[in-house]
Protein backbone atom coordinates (compact mmCIF):
# COMPACT_ATOMS: atom_id res chain seq x y z
CA UNK A 1 0.00 0.00 0.00
CA UNK A 2 1.72 3.19 -0.90
CA UNK A 3 1.03 6.52 0.80
CA UNK A 4 0.12 9.04 -1.74
CA UNK A 5 -3.65 9.79 -1.33
CA UNK A 6 -4.32 7.88 -5.03
CA UNK A 7 -2.05 5.08 -4.28
CA UNK A 8 -3.89 4.20 -1.16
CA UNK A 9 -6.94 3.26 -3.08
CA UNK A 10 -4.98 1.98 -6.59
CA UNK A 11 -6.93 2.19 -9.49
CA UNK A 12 -10.15 0.90 -8.31
CA UNK A 13 -11.67 4.54 -7.99
CA UNK A 14 -11.42 5.74 -11.46
CA UNK A 15 -12.72 2.56 -13.31
CA UNK A 16 -15.83 2.08 -10.59
CA UNK A 17 -16.52 6.11 -11.86
CA UNK A 18 -16.71 4.90 -15.24
CA UNK A 19 -19.25 2.60 -14.43
CA UNK A 20 -21.05 4.55 -12.05
CA UNK A 21 -21.90 6.90 -15.25
CA UNK A 22 -23.49 4.37 -16.99
CA UNK A 23 -26.55 4.98 -14.70
CA UNK A 24 -27.15 8.84 -16.32
CA UNK A 25 -28.90 9.59 -19.19
CA UNK A 26 -26.75 10.08 -22.25
CA UNK A 27 -27.82 14.05 -22.48
CA UNK A 28 -26.52 14.38 -18.79
CA UNK A 29 -23.56 11.86 -18.79
CA UNK A 30 -22.29 13.86 -22.02
CA UNK A 31 -22.39 16.87 -19.83
CA UNK A 32 -20.02 14.84 -16.92
CA UNK A 33 -17.51 13.50 -19.41
CA UNK A 34 -17.31 16.67 -19.87
CA UNK A 35 -16.32 17.78 -16.26
CA UNK A 36 -14.03 14.70 -16.04
CA UNK A 37 -12.29 15.59 -19.05
CA UNK A 38 -13.52 12.09 -20.22
CA UNK A 39 -14.21 10.69 -23.70
CA UNK A 40 -16.37 7.79 -22.82
CA UNK A 41 -13.86 5.38 -24.11
CA UNK A 42 -13.44 2.27 -21.78
CA UNK A 43 -9.93 2.32 -20.20
CA UNK A 44 -9.49 6.26 -21.33
CA UNK A 45 -8.45 8.73 -18.87
CA UNK A 46 -10.32 10.84 -16.73
CA UNK A 47 -9.48 13.69 -14.92
CA UNK A 48 -10.76 13.10 -11.27
CA UNK A 49 -8.67 15.29 -9.25
CA UNK A 50 -6.58 13.72 -6.48
CA UNK A 51 -9.31 11.51 -5.19
CA UNK A 52 -8.24 13.05 -1.70
CA UNK A 53 -11.46 12.49 -0.07
CA UNK A 54 -11.68 8.89 -1.53
CA UNK A 55 -8.10 8.11 0.00
CA UNK A 56 -9.43 9.24 3.16
CA UNK A 57 -12.56 6.91 3.04
CA UNK A 58 -10.59 3.65 2.04
CA UNK A 59 -7.36 4.40 4.56
CA UNK A 60 -9.81 4.73 7.46
CA UNK A 61 -11.89 1.39 6.41
CA UNK A 62 -8.24 -0.07 6.12
CA UNK A 63 -7.08 1.41 9.56
CA UNK A 64 -10.33 0.28 11.39
CA UNK A 65 -10.20 -3.34 10.16
CA UNK A 66 -11.92 -3.25 7.39
CA UNK A 67 -10.92 -5.28 3.90
CA UNK A 68 -12.17 -2.40 1.20
CA UNK A 69 -15.01 -4.69 -0.46
CA UNK A 70 -17.55 -1.84 0.20
CA UNK A 71 -15.41 0.95 1.13
CA UNK A 72 -14.92 1.33 -2.72
CA UNK A 73 -18.10 2.10 -3.53
CA UNK A 74 -18.29 4.60 -0.33
CA UNK A 75 -15.36 6.61 -1.85
CA UNK A 76 -17.08 6.78 -4.92
CA UNK A 77 -19.96 8.31 -3.53
CA UNK A 78 -18.01 10.85 -2.19
CA UNK A 79 -15.92 11.79 -5.25
CA UNK A 80 -19.61 12.00 -6.94
CA UNK A 81 -20.38 14.68 -4.20
CA UNK A 82 -17.42 16.31 -4.56
CA UNK A 83 -17.54 16.75 -8.10
CA UNK A 84 -21.28 17.81 -8.12
CA UNK A 85 -20.41 20.65 -5.66
CA UNK A 86 -17.29 22.04 -8.42
CA UNK A 87 -19.93 22.09 -10.95
CA UNK A 88 -21.84 24.13 -8.60
CA UNK A 89 -19.27 26.18 -7.22
CA UNK A 90 -18.01 27.34 -10.65
CA UNK A 91 -21.00 28.59 -11.85
CA UNK A 92 -21.63 30.46 -8.29
CA UNK A 93 -18.53 31.98 -7.98
CA UNK A 94 -18.51 32.68 -12.11
CA UNK A 95 -15.06 30.94 -12.27
CA UNK A 96 -14.25 30.03 -15.96
CA UNK A 97 -11.14 27.71 -15.43
CA UNK A 98 -11.43 24.50 -13.51
CA UNK A 99 -8.37 22.18 -13.63
CA UNK A 100 -6.78 24.40 -16.26
CA UNK A 101 -9.85 23.95 -18.49
CA UNK A 102 -13.23 25.90 -19.05
CA UNK A 103 -16.00 24.24 -16.26
CA UNK A 104 -19.40 22.95 -17.81
CA UNK A 105 -20.84 26.28 -17.51
CA UNK A 106 -18.99 28.35 -19.57
CA UNK A 107 -18.79 25.78 -22.62
CA UNK A 108 -22.55 24.44 -22.22
CA UNK A 109 -24.07 27.06 -20.61
CA UNK A 110 -25.44 27.79 -16.58
CA UNK A 111 -28.29 25.27 -16.84
CA UNK A 112 -25.89 22.64 -18.23
CA UNK A 113 -23.60 23.07 -14.70
CA UNK A 114 -26.88 22.57 -12.37
CA UNK A 115 -27.86 19.64 -14.05
CA UNK A 116 -24.73 18.50 -14.40
CA UNK A 117 -23.86 18.94 -10.35
CA UNK A 118 -27.66 17.87 -9.65
CA UNK A 119 -27.35 14.35 -11.37
CA UNK A 120 -24.13 13.79 -9.65
CA UNK A 121 -25.22 14.20 -6.27
CA UNK A 122 -28.56 11.68 -7.25
CA UNK A 123 -25.56 9.21 -8.41
CA UNK A 124 -23.97 9.27 -5.08
CA UNK A 125 -26.83 8.14 -3.35
CA UNK A 126 -27.71 5.35 -5.60
CA UNK A 127 -24.16 4.19 -5.24
CA UNK A 128 -25.06 3.83 -2.03
CA UNK A 129 -27.96 2.25 -2.27
CA UNK A 130 -26.50 -0.45 -4.34
CA UNK A 131 -24.24 -1.13 -2.28
CA UNK A 132 -25.90 -2.56 0.74
CA UNK A 133 -25.92 -2.38 4.60
CA UNK A 134 -24.36 -0.24 6.21
CA UNK A 135 -24.06 2.29 3.16
CA UNK A 136 -27.74 1.80 2.50
CA UNK A 137 -28.94 2.77 6.03
CA UNK A 138 -26.78 4.59 8.20
CA UNK A 139 -24.29 5.49 4.88
CA UNK A 140 -27.19 7.32 2.98
CA UNK A 141 -28.15 9.39 5.82
CA UNK A 142 -24.73 10.34 6.74
CA UNK A 143 -24.03 11.70 3.41
CA UNK A 144 -26.77 13.02 2.64
CA UNK A 145 -26.27 15.19 6.05
CA UNK A 146 -23.44 15.98 4.65
CA UNK A 147 -24.29 17.62 1.53
CA UNK A 148 -27.15 20.28 3.62
CA UNK A 149 -24.03 20.94 6.05
CA UNK A 150 -22.17 21.81 2.83
CA UNK A 151 -24.93 23.60 0.90
CA UNK A 152 -25.39 26.07 4.48
CA UNK A 153 -21.56 26.19 4.27
CA UNK A 154 -21.93 27.77 0.71
CA UNK A 155 -24.98 30.45 1.22
CA UNK A 156 -22.76 31.22 3.89
CA UNK A 157 -19.60 31.62 1.77
CA UNK A 158 -21.88 33.77 -0.97
CA UNK A 159 -22.67 36.51 1.91
CA UNK A 160 -19.14 36.97 2.93
CA UNK A 161 -17.51 36.18 6.01
CA UNK A 162 -16.44 39.56 7.82
CA UNK A 163 -14.08 37.83 10.60
CA UNK A 164 -11.94 34.30 10.83
CA UNK A 165 -14.87 33.10 13.46
CA UNK A 166 -17.42 33.46 10.45
CA UNK A 167 -14.86 32.50 8.36
CA UNK A 168 -14.46 28.86 10.04
CA UNK A 169 -18.02 28.02 10.62
CA UNK A 170 -18.39 28.46 7.05
CA UNK A 171 -15.33 26.09 6.66
CA UNK A 172 -16.95 23.24 8.27
CA UNK A 173 -19.64 23.20 6.14
CA UNK A 174 -18.66 24.06 3.18
CA UNK A 175 -15.20 21.82 3.22
CA UNK A 176 -15.11 19.94 6.46
CA UNK A 177 -18.63 18.40 6.04
CA UNK A 178 -17.85 16.61 3.31
CA UNK A 179 -14.05 15.32 4.22
CA UNK A 180 -15.95 14.66 7.61
CA UNK A 181 -18.27 12.22 5.71
CA UNK A 182 -15.56 10.62 3.83
CA UNK A 183 -13.83 9.40 7.14
CA UNK A 184 -17.06 8.38 8.64
CA UNK A 185 -18.07 6.08 5.91
CA UNK A 186 -15.30 4.56 5.65
CA UNK A 187 -15.42 4.01 9.63
CA UNK A 188 -18.80 2.52 8.68
CA UNK A 189 -17.62 0.22 6.40
CA UNK A 190 -14.94 -1.13 8.73
CA UNK A 191 -17.90 -1.76 11.28
CA UNK A 192 -17.02 0.79 13.77
CA UNK A 193 -20.59 1.72 15.03
CA UNK A 194 -19.84 3.11 18.70
CA UNK A 195 -18.86 6.70 19.46
CA UNK A 196 -15.52 6.50 17.73
CA UNK A 197 -17.26 7.79 14.70
CA UNK A 198 -17.46 10.91 16.13
CA UNK A 199 -13.94 11.07 16.64
CA UNK A 200 -13.45 9.77 12.89
CA UNK A 201 -15.76 12.46 12.75
CA UNK A 202 -13.59 15.11 14.02
CA UNK A 203 -10.29 14.25 12.34
CA UNK A 204 -12.10 14.81 9.20
CA UNK A 205 -13.53 18.42 10.22
CA UNK A 206 -9.50 19.30 11.45
CA UNK A 207 -8.63 18.12 8.24
CA UNK A 208 -11.05 20.36 6.19
CA UNK A 209 -9.84 23.36 7.96
CA UNK A 210 -6.31 22.98 7.00
CA UNK A 211 -7.02 21.79 3.51
CA UNK A 212 -9.59 24.64 2.93
CA UNK A 213 -7.35 27.42 4.65
CA UNK A 214 -3.95 25.80 2.15
CA UNK A 215 -6.30 26.28 -0.74
CA UNK A 216 -6.77 30.06 0.71
CA UNK A 217 -2.96 30.18 0.61
CA UNK A 218 -2.57 28.47 -2.54
CA UNK A 219 -4.77 31.52 -4.42
CA UNK A 220 -2.57 33.65 -3.05
CA UNK A 221 0.87 32.27 -3.39
CA UNK A 222 0.43 29.38 -5.13
CA UNK A 223 1.48 28.31 -9.05
CA UNK A 224 -1.63 28.65 -11.49
CA UNK A 225 0.01 26.41 -13.77
CA UNK A 226 0.16 23.56 -10.70
CA UNK A 227 -3.17 24.34 -8.88
CA UNK A 228 -5.36 24.88 -12.15
CA UNK A 229 -7.18 27.85 -10.92
CA UNK A 230 -6.69 31.58 -11.95
CA UNK A 231 -4.00 33.75 -9.59
CA UNK A 232 -5.71 34.96 -7.02
CA UNK A 233 -8.90 34.95 -8.02
CA UNK A 234 -10.62 35.14 -5.02
CA UNK A 235 -9.47 38.94 -4.29
CA UNK A 236 -10.66 39.35 -8.26
CA UNK A 237 -13.59 38.27 -7.48
CA UNK A 238 -14.25 39.78 -4.15
CA UNK A 239 -14.26 36.64 -2.21
CA UNK A 240 -12.99 36.65 1.36
CA UNK A 241 -10.28 34.39 2.59
CA UNK A 242 -8.60 33.49 5.74
CA UNK A 243 -5.44 35.46 4.67
CA UNK A 244 -7.66 38.30 3.81
CA UNK A 245 -9.40 38.75 7.16
CA UNK A 246 -6.76 37.69 9.45
CA UNK A 247 -4.85 40.39 7.84
CA UNK A 248 -7.77 42.95 7.85
CA UNK A 249 -8.18 42.23 11.64
CA UNK A 250 -4.75 42.61 12.58
CA UNK A 251 -4.71 46.34 13.37
CA UNK A 252 -1.67 46.71 11.49
CA UNK A 253 -0.93 49.58 9.35
CA UNK A 254 -0.94 47.66 6.21
CA UNK A 255 -4.53 46.32 7.05
CA UNK A 256 -5.86 49.97 6.54
CA UNK A 257 -4.39 50.60 3.19
CA UNK A 258 -5.11 46.94 2.20
CA UNK A 259 -9.32 47.78 3.36
CA UNK A 260 -8.81 50.94 0.87
CA UNK A 261 -8.29 48.92 -2.14
CA UNK A 262 -10.74 46.49 -1.71
CA UNK A 263 -13.74 48.86 -2.88
CA UNK A 264 -16.02 46.58 -5.74
CA UNK A 265 -13.66 45.65 -8.57
CA UNK A 266 -10.76 47.40 -7.42
CA UNK A 267 -8.77 44.02 -7.10
CA UNK A 268 -9.47 43.20 -10.59
CA UNK A 269 -7.73 46.27 -12.01
CA UNK A 270 -3.88 45.36 -13.26
CA UNK A 271 -1.53 44.94 -10.34
CA UNK A 272 -4.15 46.00 -7.83
CA UNK A 273 -4.42 42.06 -6.51
CA UNK A 274 -0.84 41.60 -6.10
CA UNK A 275 -0.29 44.60 -3.85
CA UNK A 276 -3.39 43.84 -1.98
CA UNK A 277 -1.69 40.31 -1.44
CA UNK A 278 1.98 41.98 -0.66
CA UNK A 279 -0.02 43.69 2.23
CA UNK A 280 -2.13 40.68 3.31
CA UNK A 281 0.95 39.27 3.69
CA UNK A 282 2.70 42.68 5.27
CA UNK A 283 0.08 42.56 7.62
CA UNK A 284 0.67 38.97 8.94
CA UNK A 285 -2.48 37.50 7.11
CA UNK A 286 0.03 34.92 5.33
CA UNK A 287 1.84 33.52 8.72
CA UNK A 288 -1.60 33.65 10.43
CA UNK A 289 -2.91 31.85 7.70
CA UNK A 290 0.08 29.18 7.86
CA UNK A 291 -0.35 28.74 11.77
CA UNK A 292 -4.05 27.98 11.82
CA UNK A 293 -3.64 25.47 9.03
CA UNK A 294 -1.20 23.73 10.92
CA UNK A 295 -3.07 23.73 14.03
CA UNK A 296 -5.71 22.02 12.84
CA UNK A 297 -3.41 19.51 11.17
CA UNK A 298 -2.03 19.05 14.57
CA UNK A 299 -5.69 18.42 16.24
CA UNK A 300 -6.42 15.88 13.37
CA UNK A 301 -3.39 13.69 14.33
CA UNK A 302 -3.99 14.02 17.58
CA UNK A 303 -7.53 12.68 17.26
CA UNK A 304 -5.69 10.00 15.30
CA UNK A 305 -3.53 9.20 18.01
CA UNK A 306 -6.42 8.29 20.43
CA UNK A 307 -8.91 6.32 17.86
CA UNK A 308 -6.94 4.45 15.43
CA UNK A 309 -4.82 1.35 16.32
CA UNK A 310 -1.40 1.27 15.56
CA UNK A 311 -0.23 -0.49 12.04
CA UNK A 312 0.05 0.80 8.35
CA UNK A 313 -3.49 2.27 8.34
CA UNK A 314 -2.55 4.47 10.91
CA UNK A 315 0.61 5.97 8.58
CA UNK A 316 -1.35 6.52 5.75
CA UNK A 317 -3.87 8.53 7.03
CA UNK A 318 -1.21 10.57 8.91
CA UNK A 319 0.47 11.18 5.76
CA UNK A 320 -3.16 12.05 3.89
CA UNK A 321 -3.35 14.18 6.74
CA UNK A 322 -0.17 15.90 6.02
CA UNK A 323 -1.27 16.28 2.33
CA UNK A 324 -4.11 18.79 3.23
CA UNK A 325 -1.15 21.73 4.43
CA UNK A 326 1.88 20.07 1.95
CA UNK A 327 0.40 20.66 -1.29
CA UNK A 328 3.22 22.67 -3.64
CA UNK A 329 2.80 25.95 -3.82
Not at 101 to 118: F, H, I, K, M, Y
Not at 282 to 296: D, F, I, V
Request: with cysteine; glycine share 12%.
Amino acid sequence: MGLYPVDVIGDNVVPRLREAFSGLPSGIRELVFLHFDYTGRPEAPLEAGKLYRAALTVAWDRAMGGDGSRALHAAVAVELVHNASLLHDDLIDGDRVRRGREPVWVQRGPGAGVLAGDALFFLAVQELNAAGFPLNTYGVAELTAAVQRMVEGEWADTQVPQDVGAYMSMCDGKTGALIGAACVLGGLTAGVTDHSLEQVRAFGLHVGAAFQITDDLLDLWGDPERTGKPHRGDLVHGRTSYPLLAALGAGHGASAVLRSLLVPGAASRAGAADRCAELIEEAGGRAAAEHQATHHLEQALKVLKEVCPDGPGKDVLTTIAHRAVQRSA
